[in-house]
């Protein structure tokens, strides 16, 4: 390896035998396999170090030349909430009345969403994710890079710590989202990524019954052809 002046220090990860790593990914896969988007949510209130707990996880996502280019702000003001919602669906109105085409609409069907967003004030918290297009070091520009990739990843991370943790979220994408940055009075260097609200699902909460995709219409292996 290339000599550098980072200080490297011993990978302190577990070792598992081989049977115990193929019992832990089947059964990973399984639990994950359980995660929904839930769109009704709960009042039920929680401790704010759960978020904390759920944040410090997304945070350990890889990002490009580790600048992690998050920033997660939570909001549980109910004034806030409720200010998110008005400007959330005064844009998902225009969306649903004619900026979105109609076989955008056609596909959303099933769903069952529309412009009302009610989540976004019964949801007990909301984390919305920016990303740091570029970072300000007193008051200087430093490079981020694979700033999408990165805050994707953080995200995926987010979401199976929310779903291993016992609660529900929705992937909640208002366009445009800028009013999120003006809101939540983030600097020039933050754009809007995502809004994620976090909860406890509503008791009776429904879901649309969704099948995932088959293993040979996700994964193509390719494999030496020699005979072993
Ligand atoms: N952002 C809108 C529309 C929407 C778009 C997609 I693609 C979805 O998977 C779900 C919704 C909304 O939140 O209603």
Redesign the pocket.
Known sequence: MEKTNQKFIPYKGVRYPKEEILNRSREYYQEMDKRRTVREFSEKPFPKEIIENLIMTASTAPSGAHKQPWMFCVVSDPALKQKIREAAEKE?YE?YHGRMSEEWLED?AP?G?DWHKPFLEIAPYLIVVFKKAYDLVDDKKTKNYYVNESVGLACGFLLSAIHNAGLVALT????PMNFLQNLLDRPENERAYLLIPVGYPAKEADVPDLKRKEADEVLIWYESKEKS
């Open positions: 998902e969306n959303l769903f969403t909640h994408t208002p366009s």
